[in-house]
């Protein structure tokens, strides 16, 4: 877990790109016929059925996939969405790792692929499925490669992109995988303190070590001095290459003691590839011993703390209207009342095509989409290569004209400037 720059600027930014063109690009396999390409709906049913061979053990595929004849081990990215119908997995398909990740671009996948890569390496002919086979699987078998043949960002996202032509990593995993390209190659780069949490509101029984972020959009670190620890928590402090202090508060449970510092040692060995473990020091609140009261000693006694509050989340505070209004009590949407997406491309077109089924790769720069949430807003989403002829007066009446859905408020974003509420209500549509 490294050495941390000594300021924000030192701290490592990152700009979402796709590889460089030349970046070790392979022919895909279905070839395009430049005069008339394929859209990107047709791209999407193409691959739909095909079981894509990254590796001879290493497969990725969606929902609508062909299912192999021989013995597999899944990966199931994304629990809550249901296989078709028609198509679950047969008897020979075994599920060997089921976690349930969103396509948004606030959604963590790093704090995930310890344990996706302890599977890998335990398994033989693992699928790794998504929705669609887009952007979670995909971006997760780019971390695979990585991770297991110490390949770089650009190399590991060619040769996926080879065997599936569309793969496309919503911005936030690029960002992510891009920080894992930088954490493999300097200590430096990689946080200071975790903290081992509930993964998110919808999936508050699976615990993870988290990254304390001093400003998460910004990407940059919090120090040890800056991160406020609870009684029912556990935080995780990288004091050297070789030296981790695991603090427990007085309410942190055994169990919890033993996975976080599991996870530890499945961070260094698979995500950094380090051959030697670090040794684990457990520090009790109200017990804590001098060097690492020294270590995350403030600078000055009136430093602000960050208090990471997401430890009591057994108690979910009422912060999102838009979650608190449309969750009912079993944590489950009816179909009637989740957020629905539409697109359009051009001001010509008759009517907003609804997509049944959708995940941030909907959402391509040369359409608009409306994402509806029922009794709250709506969203007009611009990509950025819209037409200036969509202007907000043509935007809203588009949207108002429609006489299947009474409309709520509107707010118009546009791509790469989204706040957190649209991807809020756009992941709860899944």
Excluded at 64 to 76: C, D, T
Excluded at 142 to 165: G, N, P, Q, T
Excluded at 221 to 241: C, D, F, L
Excluded at 343 to 360: F, G, K, T
Aim: hydrophobic residues 40%.
């Amino acid at each position: 877990m490294g050495q941390q720059p000594s300021s924000s600027r030192d701290s490592f930014g990152i700009v979402p790109s796709e590889p460089p063109a030349n970046a070790d690009k392979k022919l895909p396999p279905q070839h395009v016929n430049v005069d008339d390409p394929p859209s990107r709906k047709e791209r999407l049913a193409v691959c739909a059925p095909i079981l894509s061979a990254i590796r001879p053990w290493l497969f990725v595929a969606g929902h609508g996939v062909v299912w192999p004849k021989q013995s597999h081990s899944l990966i199931n990215l994304a629990s809550e969405v249901p296989f078709l119908e028609d198509n679950p997995p047969p008897p020979h398909i075994h599920s060997v790792l089921t976690l349930a990740l969103r396509d948004g671009a606030t959604q963590e996948i790093l704090p995930f692929l310890p344990r996706v890569l302890e599977t890998v390496q335990t398994q033989d002919n693992v699928i790794v499925m998504c929705q669609q086979g887009v952007s979670r699987s995909c971006a997760t078998a780019i971390a695979i490669l990585m991770c297991r043949e110490s390949m770089s960002y650009a190399s590991a996202f060619a040769d996926v992109k080879a065997a599936r032509d569309v793969c496309s990593p919503n911005a936030g995993f690029i960002c992510q995988l891009m920080e894992l390209h930088a954490q493999r190659q300097d200590q430096a780069k990689r946080p200071r303190v975790y903290r081992f949490v509930p993964h998110a509101l919808h999936d508050l029984a699976t615990n993870v070590l988290k990254p304390c972020w001093l400003t998460p959009h910004a990407r940059i670190h919090a120090t040890p001095a800056q991160v406020r620890r609870r009684s029912n928590g556990i935080y995780v402090y990288s004091e050297s290459p070789l030296t981790v202090f695991l603090w427990r508060g007085q309410d942190a449970t055994d169990a919890n003691v033993t996975s976080a510092t599991t996870e530890v040692h499945l961070w260094y060995l698979h995500l950094w590839g380090e051959t030697t473990m670090p040794s684990v020091i457990v520090e009790r609140e109200g017990a804590e011993s001098a060097a690492f009261l020294s270590f995350v000693q403030p600078a000055a006694l009136d430093d602000a703390t960050i208090d990471f509050d997401d430890v009591s989340w057994t108690e979910p505070p009422r912060t999102r209207q838009v979650e608190d209004d449309l969750a009912p009590s079993d944590g489950l949407l009816d179909s009637s009342r989740k957020p629905q997406l539409r697109v359009i491309e051009s001001v010509d077109d008759e009517s907003w095509e609804l997509l049944q089924e959708y995940d941030s790769s909907d959402l391509v720069p040369n359409q608009v989409g409306w994402l509806h949430v029922p009794g709250d807003r709506d969203y007009i989403w611009l990509g950025k290569a819209c037409k200036s002829s969509w202007t907000y007066d043509v935007l809203v009446q588009r949207v108002q004209r429609d006489p299947s859905i009474q409309a709520g408020p509107i707010t118009i974003v546009r791509e790469k400037e989204e706040p957190e509420a649209f991807w809020t209500a756009f992941e709860m549509g899944y």
